[in-house]
């Protein structure tokens, strides 16, 4: 076991973990924050999306000694004082969301691309979230969603 | 109409996006305890002996299950033959032997190493037609046909003589893993009153609340399934789903503690069932006139190791057999062979995409043969309103087909562009331009398979808010936003009123499965009855308020008016007085609809019958590149046409019909679950490959609106028409970019390019290794 800080949400955590513990799995089960999803645990589906010091990782690749000393970025710290961030929202306009089991990874593979580049073009976007599989939307309303972020 | 055809926001759309929604896996108790399974070791053997001591000597380690340890029924399905835990033998190797409850996720895995099985292997069979041969090895005692389809309509021999040539193919379709994002998890645990409770992601949990309870010797009262809100199914989360809250059930009977059982992505795709991979042999006498004089079809599909949905799904593939198309000559047989695969069952569309795909493929080649446009074509063969189908079903609702194929065509310049392909043969240039067309017609909803109702509550509470349930599930489509909006509107209130509650097997009635594209017209169906009798308890009230005992009323907008004709007349209160004075006077309201149609028969010996009460129609049209060089096909732009009956919401309409299309897509060029020898070589989304975002097109849906009486304010169906498709419009395309007919899907890089698939023999990583969960 290994006592690491991991600051997620801007909130300090100090915890101890084995030391194959994954990030996802900490997330989930020590802090309870079950909006980062397990669903591939290969880093293929992209549902464990987070944002770890700014960059977008899958959290079943990071190990949790990995993010010692990290700042982590949850779904569940998108939404700031009550208010949805503006791809939330354009997720509920857009009728980006079906099923909801991406939605988490592929806001915040948004909000990390919309950090980077506040008016990214449709390829981008594309490429931002070709690593989130969603098997319900066929994608489209989901590029609408983050592309009206942008011209907004 | 006030909120029916809007694009309202999804109501359960605000918890997905902050990560607030709870799906399976996201429950957990205190003093859970975790399962893990001990998977076959042998495709097909004889279980001679398990010895789970060593296991169950494991420190933490609460129990150990095998089959003679389930209480009651440890066998289920359409055919009663699925295993909870194998029994007499192994049949794929996705049966579980034993399974083990401990402490933690690893000591369970640990736990599950130290079980010692003994076998006796036995001669294995993994292809459907030598599974059907005379002396191929038994899977299960009556043999290895699960089904044998007929339907015989006029005299083919004759239609054959009458023809000018013949047109005959072997296509082959390929198995499919549903691949929903979220694997399959459940949460089982005792509660206060001897009973149990099964949290989970289960999409038929009618049909799995059954199961359970009689694997646990329980009465259905006693045992509670709680659905959870659900990462897509597709069709997928039925029996799959079932083993797994079973299993957990079980455990946590024989613990007396809550027990989470998940499934890793590999457990998922190695236990589940997947779409049956069909082999098609069609027949069909044609005239110059590209006119089809028979059709004779041979198709053999394979059912893997269970009955599972077998008998309903190529039951399907025989009436929807000849397409859309008039044929007076008909003969169709259809057959589902046990072999030692992964079973095989429900998957969006359902035993339509098989057919499809050779029917389209079939008449782009008829098309190619007497010289005419594939578009041509369809318009002289598709049915028209009063046509009568392949099974003897005259069609008296609005036939829209050749509406749609207009609407295709013309939205995507099919005619020009199709032309214009064929002529440009710029050898220089490796990458070819393709467009393909393709429609279909689908029979609505459950149709002679079985008993087709659905039920749904309103309960407008003493505050004016609404609550909503429903026995039809929502697995992302969209079935709880539509069912609020329905209600909304025969209440004339704010959608914002509403709240869905999540289904529970003891708060609606039976609804049977949220399958067949059924959600809206029958769900949907039971929710408009449901707000209508609770609003006849209203009507009473306002009768009374305003003293006309014969006085009609419109609900609009928050408020209630007297009818003057078929306007609004006087208003008379707002919704809210008017629930509180019919609280006042000892009226709760309160009250269930129940949705019931029975308009369909069937005959089992010729195939002839009102198959289905209704039905849809659609087109595609796809724009492909080809590079000829490597076989790579970009499918570029997408039209998808349907005639949904009502788009109850725009938004959601054109959402099932994108998904559907990046599914067909998938199924036309991408996808394919790979076995050999019962093994699967595809277990995860490293080899399983589903379109990302640079894969998919750029998507164009068209809505067709001809109100159906059947269906709740004239609406339908979507969910399995937008895909079912799509594959063939793509395959069509590929032979207008490049004269090469795609006989079997996926049409990936060495279909194209060679025709043909190759394999690689060698094991690879994740097969060699031991599989299992972490």
């Known amino acids: 076991m290994t006592e690491i800080t991991l600051n997620v949400n801007k909130k300090e955590y100090r915890l101890t973990v084995s030391e194959d513990a994954l990030l996802l799995d900490v997330l989930r089960n020590n802090l309870g924050l079950t909006g980062t999803k397990r669903g591939c645990e290969v880093g293929e589906c992209g549902a464990c999306t987070v944002i770890m010091d700014g960059k977008t990782v899958n959290s079943c690749l990071v190990l949790a000694v990995q993010a010692q000393g990290s700042e982590i970025r949850t779904i569940e710290g998108v939404a700031e004082n009550g208010k949805l961030h503006p791809v939330q929202q354009s997720f509920l306009e857009y009728d980006a969301v079906q099923c909801g089991f991406c939605t988490p990874g592929m806001v915040l593979s948004a909000v990390s691309l919309l950090e980077k580049k506040a008016h990214p073009e449709e390829t981008e976007i594309k490429e931002a979230i070709a690593g989130n599989l969603c098997r319900c939307t066929g994608y489209q309303p989901i590029v609408k969603a983050i592309k009206a972020v942008g011209e907004k | ?774």
């Open chain 2, 1 to 774: 109409m006030n909120i029916i055809g809007k694009r309202e926001p999804r109501v359960d759309a605000l918890g997905k996006v902050t990560g607030a929604a709870k799906f399976a896996d996201d429950y957990n108790m205190p003093h859970q305890l975790y399962a893990a399974v001990k998977y076959a070791e042998f495709p097909h053997a004889e279980i001679v002996s398990v010895d789970t001591a060593k296991a169950a000597a494991l420190s933490g380690v609460q129990a150990v299950l095998t089959a003679k340890d389930v209480p009651g029924s440890n066998r289920f399905g359409l055919g009663g033959d699925i295993r909870i835990l194998a029994d007499d033998r192994t049949r794929y190797l996705g049966d579980v032997v034993a399974v083990v409850a401990a402490e933690s996720r690893a000591l369970a895995a640990q736990a599950i190493d130290l079980i010692e099985v003994t076998y006796k292997e036995l001669p294995a069979v993994f292809h459907p037609e030598e599974a059907l041969k005379e002396d191929a090895p038994k899977i299960h005692e009556q043999g290895n046909e699960i089904v044998h389809h007929k339907l015989r309509r006029g005299n083919v021999e004759q239609g054959f003589a009458e023809a000018d040539f013949i047109l005959e193919h072997r296509f082959t379709t390929q198995a499919i893993e549903h691949s929903y994002i979220e694997p399959e998890a459940a949460l089982a645990y005792p509660d206060e009153q001897d009973g149990f409770v099964v949290i989970g992601s289960l999409q038929n949990f009618y049909t799995s609340h059954k199961a359970i309870a009689a694997a646990l010797d329980l009465p259905l009262s006693k045992v509670q399934i709680i659905q959870s809100t659900m990462g897509g199914s597709f069709g997928g989360k039925d029996e799959s789903a079932t083993m797994l809250a079973a299993r957990a059930a079980l455990l946590a009977q024989k613990t007396g503690r809550p027990v989470k059982m998940l499934n890793s992505r590999e457990d998922s795709i190695r236990q589940s069932y997947k779409r049956h991979p069909y082999i098609l042999y069609y027949k069909w006498g044609c005239r110059y006139d590209g006119s089809i004089t028979a059709m004779e079809l041979k198709a053999i599909a394979d059912g893997g190791a269970y009955v599972s949905m077998s008998p309903f799904v190529t039951w399907r593939s025989v009436v929807q057999a000849t397409g859309p198309y008039h044929c007076p000559n008909v003969k169709t047989d259809l057959y589902a062979a046990f072999t030692n695969n992964n079973f095989t069952g429900a998957m969006r569309g359902f035993g339509s995409p098989q057919v499809n795909f050779a029917i389209e493929s079939m008449m782009d080649e008829l098309a190619e043969q007497v010289g005419k446009s594939p578009l041509a074509v369809r318009l002289l063969n598709g049915f028209e309103t009063g046509s009568v189908t392949a099974t003897g079903q005259r069609l008296n609702h609005e036939v829209s087909l050749k509406h749609a194929l207009l609407e295709a065509a013309s939205a995507s310049y099919y005619g020009k562009k199709w032309a214009e392909n064929r002529l440009t043969k710029n050898k220089s240039n490796p990458i070819r331009k393709g467009i393909g067309i393709s429609c279909a017609y689908r029979g609505v909803s459950l149709g002679a398979e079985g008993v087709d109702a659905a039920s749904a509550v309103v309960y407008i509470q003493p505050d004016g808010s609404v609550n909503v349930s429903s026995g039809i599930i929502d697995m992302g489509q969209g079935a709880q936003t539509a069912m609020s909006q329905i209600v909304a509107e025969v209440l004339g209130i704010n959608l914002n009123r509403l709240r869905f509650l999540q289904p529970d097997s003891g708060r609606v009635a039976d609804s049977g499965p949220t399958v067949a594209s059924r959600g809206t017209i029958m769900g949907g169906g039971a929710a408009k009855i449901a707000a209508e009798n609770v609003r006849a308890v209203m009507e009473k009230t306002l009768r009374e308020m305003t003293e006309q005992e014969q006085a009609d009323f419109l609900f609009e907008n928050e408020e209630i008016f007297l009818k003057k004709g078929n306007g609004k007349g006087k208003r008379v209160a707002g919704f809210d007085e008017v629930v509180a004075r019919c609280y006042a006077k000892g009226r709760p309201l309160f009250a269930s609809g129940v949705r019931h149609i029975a308009e369909t028969n069937w005959d089992e010996e010729t195939g002839q019958g009102d198959a289905y009460f209704t039905y849809v129609y659609g087109a595609n049209v796809a724009e492909v590149e080809v590079d000829t060089e490597t076989g790579r096909v970009d499918v570029t732009k997408f039209y998808s046409v349907h005639d949904v009956g009502r788009a109850i919401n725009r938004s959601m309409v054109e959402g099932q019909i994108y998904g559907g299309v990046a599914m067909g897509m998938g199924y036309g060029i991408m996808e394919e679950f790979i076995q050999e020898e019962g093994q699967a070589k595809t277990l995860n989304f490293d080899e399983y490959y589903i379109p990302t975002a640079l894969d998919v097109p750029y998507m164009k849906a068209i809505i067709l609106e001809n109100p159906d009486a059947k269906g709740p304010f004239g609406a339908k169906s979507i969910g399995e028409p937008a895909l079912e498709m799509a594959a063939p419009a793509i395959a069509n395309a590929i032979f207008n970019a490049t004269g090469k007919r795609i006989l079997n899907l996926p049409a990936n890089l060495e279909e194209v390019l060679l025709g043909k698939k190759l394999r690689r023999k060698t094991p690879r990583a994740s097969v060699s290794c031991k599989i299992g969960p972490l």
